[in-house]
């Protein structure tokens, strides 16, 4: 019999809800016909494509069945009457009394596919594979075995470790069929974990959302900038899809586009620094070195090809006044997505904030603290009494017991709950994750509030 078939099929049958070892399992299968035909089925269902006489000889169950048909003693017992459950049944009956039912008593219909990586070897080596098979180096020059993987078992499982991969690294998989309500819940929990929900990560979110929900192809990411500027280089085209924005008075603030480090400043006049100086190209640059650097770091393999393309912008590039519509979309798109993410991130501070502040409301921090300074000072004496010899290690631990007690009950008699100190921690955390960011930007944010009205709304 082919062992490696054999496990599989066993384990096959263990999720099927089958209880016996492999060695039960073995027999079964070499004594019942009907059992040979489920595993036929679990086969099946796995993306096996062979007949049944190919799974038989697969199995090595061919030789095995016709001695048993052979010599197999004529039976006195009434048709359809079910067998005993023995231990080489793991206490299942496998002889099914009517055609309705399967071997587990449940309906045929009603067996759960499975998928699962299968190796398995044949003594047979065929004249064609009975189905898509991916051989192994080893099988290649034999004669006698071949891997019978699926290639699709095989395709399933690699897609399915690359997705934990992703997830491991807070990012959703790669295939949007993975990309369910689980997954992403489990995406936001590893970002938590990882501390990766910063300003830079919401921005980097807000790109992404934008370029598929509302802008579709121009001004989505910086490699979509950099297209749109070579086509914009060569006919002279100054039709873009970035936002207006009204710039006002202008407070001088600075935007960066997210996170690349780029930097945009307004001056005071209202109109840009770059503007002003004649440097039309400064702003480009700026933002496309940044990426540069950014690409060295995150994807090594893209930084050349990245920069042989920005060096036909440099080549191209215009100082004519209509490079300045381009200039003032980049620098506007830049601040709309700049505002998003800040937007974003003031919202998590001030739910932090007022979470926290709730939380504190339920609790008494002083009665609190006075009671733990006065255990402490308790436990101080017990062990000073302890280095003294003043007392014996017998009533040391009873009276060091009555002290953990004691700051159990100064926690749940001033509110300070597990559940109420698990609270505290979430909302600290956001607080301090978000609130260095929120608060050095916050000044941008109230600037573009006021300033412009798609921005408040």
Do not use: C
């Not at 019999?1 to 384990?11: G, L, P, Q, S």
């Not at 699926?150 to 690359?162: A, I, L, W, Y």
């Amino acid at each position: 019999m082919n062992e490696e078939a054999i496990k599989y099929a066993h384990e096959l049958f263990t999720k099927d809800g089958y209880t016996g070892g492999v060695s039960d399992f073995k027999e079964l299968i070499k004594s019942n016909p009907d059992a040979v035909d489920h595993a036929f089925k679990l086969f099946s269902a796995d993306g096996y494509s062979g007949k049944l006489k190919d799974f038989k000889a697969l199995m090595g169950l061919s030789e095995e069945l016709k001695k048993k048909e052979v010599s197999k003693p004529v039976s006195t017992e009434p048709a359809n009457q079910p067998t005993k459950p023995s231990a080489t049944t793991g206490g299942l009956d496998y002889t099914r009394p009517s055609a309705e039912k399967s071997l587990y008593g449940k309906t045929i219909g009603g067996i759960v596919e499975r998928s699962a990586p299968l190796r398995s070897q044949t003594k047979e080596k065929p004249k064609q594979p009975p189905m898509d098979v991916t051989y192994t180096p080893e099988a290649m020059p034999s004669e006698t075995t071949q891997s019978v993987v699926p290639k699709s078992t095989q395709e399933k499982v690699k897609t399915f470790d690359v997705a934990e991969k992703e997830i491991e690294q807070g990012q959703l998989p790669s295939n949007p069929e993975l990309r369910t309500p689980e997954t992403v819940a489990k995406v936001e929990k590893k970002r938590e974990e990882l501390g990766m929900n910063t300003l830079e990560e919401a921005a980097a979110t807000t790109v992404k959302n934008i370029k598929e929900d509302e802008y579709n192809e121009k001004f989505a990411d910086v490699e979509d900038i950099v297209d749109d500027y070579i086509r914009y280089s060569d006919n002279k085209s100054a039709m873009f899809g970035a936002p207006d924005y009204d710039f006002g008075s202008g407070k001088g603030e600075w935007a960066g586009l997210p996170g690349l480090g780029g930097r945009l400043q307004e001056s005071k006049e209202g109109g840009t620094d770059i503007e002003r100086q004649g440097k039309r190209g400064e702003i480009l640059n700026t933002v496309m070195n940044d990426y540069f650097s950014y690409l060295q770091k995150t994807n090594p393999s893209q930084a050349e090809a990245f920069r042989n393309k920005y060096s036909a912008i440099k080549s191209s590039t215009d100082r004519d006044a209509n490079d300045e519509k381009f200039l003032q979309g980049l620098e506007s798109h830049a601040l709309k997505l700049r505002a998003a993410a800040i937007k974003k991130n003031m919202d998590v501070y001030k739910t932090a904030i007022e979470q926290y502040s709730q939380i504190e409301k339920r609790v008494n921090f002083q009665g609190y603290d006075k009671d733990v300074k006065d255990l402490n000072q308790s436990a101080k004496n017990l062990n000073q009494e302890l280095k003294n010899g003043n007392i014996s290690e017998e009533e040391y631990a009873v009276r060091w017991g009555q002290l953990q007690k004691g700051f159990e009950d100064a926690k749940i008699k001033n509110g300070l709950t597990d559940d109420v100190v698990r609270q505290l921690d979430g909302a600290k955390q956001v607080y301090f994750a978000y609130g260095q960011e929120a608060m050095k930007v916050s000044s941008l944010f109230g600037f573009m509030d006021q300033n412009s009205k798609e921005y408040r709304e």
